[in-house]
């Protein structure tokens, strides 16, 4: 993963890097395009009680695992990993928080929506992306939040979205 990484994030594009900073600032930005196109309804109050659990079940897992983040383990290695330095990487690396809070949303939208799911979920994908490029998760790290979330959200999204 590690080599794969430093290539990664060797010759970012402008557009990469705006993905980057989108989706460090609000992972669910990455929706907004499709939303906005089909006019789907405003889902940020079960986007918050879904987030209300899920966060610190991934806070727990993370210092759990405490796994290093990328550029750390790189240079032990004498990999190069280039890190865009931003306030939002400063626990351990796994899982992702920003790629399971854009599936955690990517899964209320395509239950909603489930005619655009493979839009949404290619969506999701790119939080877990911009992350990678950005050189402070591995793919695992992204993958682990994905699997994760859609664990959680088959367990509660009965009583997130009120039904019996």
Known sequence: ELQGMSKATENLTSNQIDLIM??????????EKLIN????????????????????????LKWK???PRPYQLAEVYGIKIKVIETDTHQTPSYPSGHAAWGAMMG????????????????????AGEARTLQGVHYPSDSDAAMVLTGALWQDIKHSILGET
């Open 65 to 67: 695992f405490n796994r």
């Open 22 to 31: 989108m989706v460090d600032e609000d992972p669910n930005n990455v929706f």
């Open 37 to 60: 196109k089909h006019g789907f309804a405003d889902h940020t109050e079960e986007f918050k009680k879904a987030w209300a659990i899920t966060k610190p079940i991934v806070m727990n």
């Open 107 to 126: 899964y209320i939208l395509a239950e909603h929506y489930p005619e655009h799911s493979s839009e949404i979920f290619n969506l999701i994908s790119l």
